[in-house]
């Protein structure tokens, strides 16, 4: 008798767990994503990577605004699933409707917990230059992200990768863990170990304004930044009324008063005595461009000086 199974998950980061569960010998009852958003222009519903995917299988999905109903309570306690597995869902679950399968809700979740819990660990986790990145697969209980883990995997973070590249490689572990770690649940053999709170740390929402560059900083920091916030909301600087957004760089070293244009292919000094050489831009409103094209036709020159406002 095979494994049943709710899955739940929203972005890219979700889509290889839930083709690998599809691929599996186990069962998938239902999937659930987040509902259809419009686009910043209002134009085009966009809907999520993970309801695309299904779609595309001729998987039928479930996208409702919040779970905290009776119609979901009773669709998915009618499913008699044996677990659930989440993934980047990006709802809460409530309580009621985490006691709806024999095995319960587990959850992978794209940090070392207990260090970073919430919505984004991997952006932390490179902007604050940790060593390692990796997965936890945790029960899901009440309060975010602090319930009991069974298994973690860690990878060495190399900083010159950014979020994208991060996740990517994260996605593939989840995915090539999750079929053996669902079997031991499944089997008795998991074993759940009570998070050590007092580690805990927080990997709260990005806000667009933390893009912004301080050029006191040190060149690794600021990498750090660069890296952490690719491709969105983007590290950013201003310069003339306009907002430029880098995308690529690496630590170079040049000297030179902090925000100052030190080459005539955008070497930027900054703290430690140290400078970024970047290499990819996006001035605000146009296409990306490699550092020789973008140069070509700037105003920011050797010489000028990029404040921190």
């Known amino acids: 008798m095979s494994l049943k199974i709710v899955f739940m998950g929203t972005p890219e980061f979700s889509v290889t767990t839930l083709e690998a569960l599809i691929n599996s010998k186990f069962e998938i009852l239902s999937i659930y994503t987040q509902p259809p958003k419009k686009s910043k222009r209002g134009q085009k519903i966009n809907i999520s990577p993970v309801q695309k995917f299904s779609e595309k299988n001729n998987f039928p999905v ?35 409707i985490l006691k709806t399968t024999k095995l319960g809700f587990v959850n992978i979740h794209a940090s070392l917990l207990p260090k970073w819990r919430g919505a984004a660990p991997i952006q932390r986790s490179i902007m ?89 900083s040190d060149a690794l920091k600021i990498i750090g930044k660069i890296n952490g916030l690719y491709p969105s909301p983007g590290a950013f600087f201003n310069f003339n009324g306009q907002r430029y957004k880098i995308l690529k760089a690496e630590i170079g070293n040049g000297i ?44 920011i020159r050797k010489g000028s000086i990029i404040s921190n406002v």
Request: charged letters at 30%; one cysteine or more; hydrophobic letters at 35%.
């Open 256 to 299: 030179g008063k902090n925000g100052e244009v030190i080459s005539d292919d955008l070497e930027i000094a900054c703290g430690g005595e140290k400078s970024i050489k970047v290499f990819e831009i996006q001035r605000e409103g146009k296409k990306v461009q490699k550092i020789g094209e973008f140069m070509l036709g700037s105003q």
């Open 62 to 96: 479930r996208n409702p605004e919040n779970l905290n109903n009776d119609k979901e309570y009773n669709f998915i306690k009618s499913l008699s699933a044996d677990i659930a597995v989440v993934i980047a869902y990006g709802k809460l679950i409530p309580t009621n």
């Open 128 to 216: 604050n230059l940790d060593p390692n990145v990796g997965i936890s697969i945790m029960k899901i209980v009440e309060e975010l992200d602090s319930g009991p883990v069974s298994n973690t995997y860690k990878i060495k973070l190399d900083q010159s990768l950014n979020a994208k590249e991060v996740s990517e490689k994260l996605a593939v572990m989840a995915a090539d863990k999750i079929l053996d770690v669902v079997d031991e649940i499944f089997e008795g053999k998991s074993n759940f170990v009570d998070q050590d709170n007092s580690k805990a740390t927080y990997a709260k929402k990005i806000t667009k304004n933390e893009g912004q560059i301080d050029w006191k």
